[in-house]
Nanobody, 128 residues
Framework: QVQLVESGGGVVQAGGSLRLSCAAS????????MGWFRQAPGKEREFVAA????????DYTDSVKGRFTVSRDNAKNTVSLQMNSLKPEDTAVYYC?????????????????????WGQGTQVTVSS
């Protein structure tokens, strides 16, 4: 089992920034692709960003490219999402996600099948 705990959500005005963090525990952190999904009211959960086990590869959904940056600290078992130039349409519950367990998974694995483990979610609200 992998436990994921998010922090850092809140309310911000459009154009502002927030940084989400996720602390992982339970299994070997570097065996997992880590990422972020979000779910807005009335919508399905969608992929936002992912990072490879080494941190050398990242991927983003088109709507956040150039504004969001995903990173991980394997020494601290944490993954972060820096969100800049926030827009009202970024308002959602953001979930930390992990997939893999054997370093065979890739970012494409997460984008195609989602995650094996989820955090509890943290609310991000962007006011106009």
């Amino acid at each position: 089992q992998v436990q994921l705990v998010e922090s850092g959500g809140g309310v911000v005005q459009a154009g502002g920034s927030l940084r989400l963090s996720c602390a992982a525990s339970g299994r070997t952190f570097t065996n997992y692709i880590m990422g972020w999904f979000r779910q807005a009211p009335g919508k399905e959960r969608e992929f936002v960003a992912a990072i490879s086990w080494s941190g050398g590869s990242t991927d983003y959904t088109d709507s956040v490219k150039g504004r969001f940056t995903v990173s991980r600290d394997n020494a601290k078992n944490t993954v972060s999402l820096q969100m800049n130039s926030l827009k009202p349409e970024d308002t959602a519950v953001y979930y930390c996600a992990a997939v893999g367990g054997s370093r065979l998974a890739t970012i494409a694995t997460m984008k195609l099948r989602g995650a094996d483990y989820w955090g509890q979610g943290t609310q991000v609200t962007v006011s106009s």
